[in-house]
């Protein structure tokens, strides 16, 4: 049964960082592409769901959204069969809640998601 759990949302300040975590099971991270994606406050869940950042399976691209490069890393640990997000230097826009997602694309099956608030 595959299931993803999110977890390491907060409420944070301006410039703080978090490391959002997705744990995976009936699957492999590691022969999967995945992708986080946001739903920011009052956005639709389907139709305004931004993906954040992706990684590939075959040789680990990565791809990340203007508005968050430079500042958020993906990764995934195959032995523990987890993706990450590092969140750095976060701004209120980042306020959403985060999901990881089961391809690069952003549309696969989620989680239920973690919510990240950045505010002073």
């Known amino acids: 049964q595959v299931q993803l759990v999110e977890s390491g949302g907060g409420l944070v300040q301006p410039g703080d960082s978090l490391t959002l975590s997705c744990a995976v099971s009936?699957?492999?991270?590691?022969?999967?592409?995945m992708s986080w994606v946001r739903q920011a406050p009052g956005k639709d869940l389907e139709a305004d769901l931004e993906?954040?950042?992706?990684?590939?399976?075959?040789?680990?691209?990565?791809s990340y959204t203007d508005s968050v490069k430079g500042r958020f890393t993906i990764s995934r640990d195959n032995a523990k069969n987890m993706l990450y997000l590092q969140m750095n230097s976060l701004k209120p826009e980042d306020t959403a809640m985060y999901y990881c997602?089961?391809?690069?694309?952003?549309?696969?099956?989620r989680g239920q998601g973690t919510r990240v608030t950045v505010s002073s």
């Open positions: 997602a089961i391809g690069s694309g952003g549309r696969g099956p």
């Open positions: 009936g699957f492999r991270v590691s022969n999967t592409p």
């Open positions: 993906t954040v950042s992706y990684i590939l399976s075959r040789d680990s691209t990565t």
